[in-house]
Every structure is written in C-alpha cells, then in structure tokens.
C-alpha cells in the first residue's frame, strides 16, 4: 500500500525552502535588474547561492547593481538587452547558455509606464508600453522555453506583474500589458507542463521604490488608503515571493497568480492618478 504523507523524522530532515543554498548550482536571470524591484530580487538570488545575470537596458545601472552583489560570493553576469527586440533577447540567452550552460529560472521584471488619464494616452505611448510589458516578456518567455526544451531540461518562468482585476485608472496601458501577461501565463503553463517548464505569476501591490516619484503626491498619499494593511510593501518582500514561487518552494505551483498587495486586490481601489471627483464619496 502506498504511504501517504510525511513522518515527523522525513519532515525534521527535510529543509525550508528560502534557506542559505536556496539557489546553489541555479542561475538565474533577472530583467529590469538596474534598480527597484528588479536590483532587489537580484540580490536576493546572490545573497541565496545562485548565478545571477542581469539584465536591462542601461550598462551604467547594471554594472552599479553588479558592483552592489560584489559582497555575494556569486557569480555575476551583466548583458544590456532592449527586450523589445527578439534578436536581442536570443543573443542574451545564447549568452547565458556560453557563461553558464543555460538557466534554471527567468524573472521578467522588466517594464515600465506613464501615469495618464486613457482618454489623453496616444497611440505612439500606448503601443511602447504594449511593446515593452507584453511582448518583451513574450520574446524573453518564449526564449527561454525553447532553450529548455532543446535541452531537454526543466525550467521556471515568474512575471512580475500587477494586481488587474479590478482595473487600473491612470494606466490603461499597463494593465492591459499586464493581464494579458497573466492570460500568456496561464496557458503557456498547461501548454509548456510536458517539457517540465512552470510558469508563475507574482503581482506587487503598491511597493516603495523610486518609481513612486514618477507619480502625483497627492495620488501617492491616498493609494496607501487602497489596500488593507494601509502601508508600502518593499521590495525584499517582493523578492521573497518570486524567489520562493520562481525556486524549488514553488516546485508544485504553477499558472499562478501570487498577489503581494497587502489585500489591495480584496478592499481597495488603486488610482494612480488624482480620483475625479465623480468618484469621491458623497458625505451628507
């Protein structure tokens, strides 16, 4: 009969998943890795024992965030990459492959957008952040999955995304880019399933990072109003989730959507620009 279950001995030897070693033997590459969200999670990953490379747009960030991990024992990689170019982003990973012999997980963190009202957005913005946030991380998704199959190896995919469901007045762009990253996910992770490859989402709330001063004050006070806990996330906390979901703590989830919102996607609403009054409460 088949035994179900752990014994309190299996558990007691068994080790917890974001420990020291975490990544040792991994590599990992990390997109947008010259500053906010992306330069935390790539400490993360050097700090846990894997390869990290990194990857961005700008020589000068990457090499700042390179010089950062230099007080990790990891082994560094930088490669500037505009992900908006296919031919790019498969050099990137013949790059990968030539340092490193391929790679085991894929952090598409790269992106960017405009707060603005949809009506005033035109089309030369809209279609570049389309450009950037969905069909950059398709070109660096759809690499990366044909590198593991050929090589007939598993791998893991995490997008950072953003909390979609209940819409996102102000940029309109972004959260089109963005759901349809999470529909890309869900069906690239049944139809990727039999090559051993998952794909995961994680979405980051209202998060303290430098990109908050691209936005109005008045819209930053009041979206720490929009979700429950009714503070900023910060980055490592966002590191922790795509480290843990992205690595072998994640090994049975996968088409997943990991919200790190402080209840945002539960309660509140998220405008990130001034609220019209059209939608302020009435008080008499």
């Keep these: 009969m088949t035994a179900y279950g752990r014994t309190d ?3 007691a030897a068994a080790m917890p998943a974001l420990r020291e070693g975490y990544f040792d033997g991994k590599t990992v590459v990390v997109s947008g890795a010259g500053s906010g969200l992306g330069r935390a999670i790539a400490h993360w990953a050097a700090r846990l024992g894997g390869n990290v ?8 960030k990457l090499d700042d965030t390179a010089a950062s991990l230099a007080r990790y024992p990891a082994e560094l990689m930088v490669h500037p990459v505009n992900i908006r170019d296919p031919d790019a982003v498969a050099e990137l990973f013949a790059a990968v492959q030539d340092r490193f012999g391929g790679l085991d997980l894929l952090v598409n ?3 960017g957008q405009f707060p603005s009202a949809a009506i005033d957005i035109a089309p030369k913005g809209f279609n ?5 946030n969905l069909m950059g991380t398709w070109h660096m998704m759809q690499t990366a999955a044909r590198q593991w199959r050929d090589q007939a190896r ?4 995490v997008n950072v995304v953003a909390v979609t469901g209940r819409g996102m007045p102000g940029v309109a762009h972004t959260a089109a880019a963005r759901a349809g990253v999470i529909a890309l996910s869900k069906t690239v992770a049944i139809e990727w399933a039999p090559l051993g490859i998952r794909v995961n989402c994680v979405a980051p709330g209202l998060i303290s990072t430098s990109g908050m001063n691209a936005y109005d ?3 930053v006070k009041a979206m720490v109003q929009t979700n429950v806990m009714k503070r900023f996330g910060q980055a490592d906390e966002i ?3 795509v480290c843990m979901i992205g690595g072998d703590g994640g090994s049975f989830v996968t088409g997943e959507v990991l919200h790190v919102d402080g209840g945002n996607q539960i309660w509140g609403d998220q405008w990130t620009i001034a609220k019209p009054d059209y939608f302020k409460i009435d008080e008499q």
């Design 239 to 241: 590191a922790d989730a």
């Design 128 to 132: 570049a952040v389309i450009d950037t």
């Design 109 to 111: 963190n790269a992106g």
């Design 217 to 219: 004050p008045a819209a």
């Design 9 to 11: 001995e299996q558990l």
């Design 53 to 60: 490379v990194l990857c961005g747009r700008k020589q000068e």
């Design 154 to 157: 598993p791998g893991s995919i």
